[in-house]
């Protein structure tokens, strides 16, 4: 919250890359953030969602190849899932290769299928992303959970706007 009214930092740097906090939220707009490659954790997850979700200016967002749900821990992908059933601008989201569909269990990955359900919500309510790539996520545990990739696949029908 600090952050979304702090009108004097430039950035933040929390997994060893410096986020573009005016750019996140909109006050030095630009209409595409890339952010892939970063090695971004939880955190990074966390702040950018918090910072973007008004950005009333950024059409594209790519997080691709971070490690968003590192360890398993969810709430830098809930945090970004709250924030696409609120942000009215973003057409397109890159959350490619992040591990959203597993998580770690004492060495062994195993399925998350809450993550893939919590994206099918966020799909469900928003009306103007027209693509989201998830692609390198094992969202289905390589075949032994297909619960969230069952709730992604009805999202589908009812939202309109994804091509």
């Known amino acids: 919250e600090m952050l979304k009214v702090n009108t004097t930092l430039q950035s933040i740097n929390v ?6 906090i005016k750019q996140l939220k909109g006050d030095e707009p630009t209409e595409s953030i890339d952010l ?16 973007i979700g008004s950005n009333s200016v950024t059409k594209s967002l790519s997080l691709a190849n971070n490690c968003i749900a590192h360890g398993g821990e969810m709430s830098g992908v809930k945090a970004l899932y709250e924030m696409l059933k609120v942000n009215t601008t973003l057409q397109n989201i890159n959350l490619s290769n992040n591990r959203i569909g597993i998580k770690e269990d004492n060495g062994n990955y195993v399925a998350a299928p809450k993550r893939p359900i919590a994206i099918a919500e966020a799909l469900k309510v928003n009306k103007t992303l027209t693509s989201i790539n998830l692609s390198d996520n094992i969202l289905t545990n390589h075949g032994r959970d297909m619960s969230g990739i069952i709730q992604i696949a009805e999202a589908l029908k009812v939202n309109t706007t994804l091509q």
Do not use: E, M, Q, T
């Open 36 to 51: 892939s490659n970063k090695r971004l954790n939880v955190a990074s997850a966390v702040i950018i969602a918090s910072l």
């Open 15 to 20: 997994d060893g890359h410096p986020l573009p």
